[in-house]
């Protein structure tokens, strides 16, 4: 005759389980978190955290990146977060967004494919609250490596978002992956994808008007083929890639070395697309074999003084 269990029998027998190894029950991950984050998933197998951004890569190329945005956007993002609204981001989306179920809070979940350099990626992008904060998690895997990185582990990693209290703007600071030796009157506002910087000079920490002197310091995401005496080029092209600047017209062009690695700065003239005012712009690429780490500086025309400044903190970045 069986006799049944109490809880705290079958409890016992749980951990005795664990103890010898015994596959009694499924203990589950606990969400790992990238450094100075405060959006955290259990990864699919394979995948570790990423040394240059904030997410999680794949030997084969697949990564995660986590955007953390305040907690406000996520309204303005959940209304634009559509199929018709995302496919001139070349985001081809298959059916329609659903709710996504994750740890304290809320989420939609778009599934679907994108073409980028040579490649076809399989694509998931989750827009989640939680918490104090919004998040925006990307997900790419290459078409080659669907056998190393399954959809159903991607979809499990989706379901496993956590928030938790975020960090100090200043512990963010200190994880990311360079260091400002001079900030030169600019104060740190947000760290973005957990290894780009913006700075400005002024009371405003939101500046959609571009009123106040901005600097953003941003990181290769991928590796760059750029090859030796390419340089040059390559940074016109980034410049004149610009979102929100147009009639962007280079005035003048450095280059150096640091080191063994080349360093590009170029001085431009552009108009804000949404403001139609002028705007000066400095760009400083420092490349550094198959990556570079580039410095966006723009003020108001006729600001010398801010792009002057601008590439003082340019030049007193050193990468980790």
């Not at 209304?79 to 809070?105: C, I, N």
């Not at 001079?182 to 920490?205: C, H």
């Not at 890639?241 to 690695?261: H, I, P, Q, Y």
């Not at 000066?280 to 025309?301: H, S």
């Amino acid at each position: 005759m069986m006799v049944p269990l109490s809880r705290r029998a079958l409890g016992r027998l749980v951990a005795l389980a664990a103890l010898a190894g015994l596959p009694a029950v499924a203990l589950a991950a606990e969400p790992v978190f990238p450094p100075a984050s405060s959006i955290g998933l259990v990864p699919p197998p394979g995948m570790t955290p990423a040394q240059g951004f904030s997410g999680f890569e794949h030997r084969s190329g697949a990564s995660i990146v986590i955007m953390e945005m305040p907690a406000e956007a996520y309204a303005e993002i959940s209304r634009k977060f559509t199929p018709e609204a995302l496919r001139p981001t070349g985001f081809s989306v298959k059916g329609e967004g659903e709710p996504l179920a994750v740890t304290g809070g809320e989420g939609r979940l778009l599934r679907g494919a994108q073409a980028a350099h040579g490649l076809t990626y399989a694509k998931w992008v989750a827009v989640v609250r939680g918490g104090a904060g919004t998040g925006l998690v990307t997900v790419q895997v290459p078409e080659q490596a669907a056998a190393q990185v399954p959809g159903e582990a991607v979809e499990a990693a989706l379901r496993s978002i956590a928030f938790r209290t975020p960090a100090s703007l200043d512990d963010q600071i200190a994880a990311l992956p360079y260091t400002i030796g001079d900030r030169a009157g600019f104060r740190p506002v947000r760290v973005l994808l957990g290894n780009s910087l913006l700075l400005t000079e002024g009371p405003k920490d939101v500046d959609p008007g571009r009123t106040q002197p901005m600097i953003i310091i941003a990181p290769s995401l991928g590796q760059a083929a750029v090859g030796a005496g390419q340089e040059g080029a390559f940074a016109r092209k980034a410049l004149g890639s610009l979102r929100d600047l147009k009639d962007v017209a280079v005035t003048d062009e450095t280059r150096s070395t640091r080191g063994t690695n080349a360093v590009v700065r170029l001085r431009a003239t552009a108009t804000d697309l949404k403001t139609g005012r002028p705007l000066a712009v400095t760009q400083t690429m420092l490349f550094d074999g198959p990556r570079y780490l580039r410095v966006i500086g723009m003020a108001e025309a006729g600001e010398a003084d801010a792009i002057d400044r601008a590439e003082r903190v340019a030049a007193s970045i050193t990468t980790k």
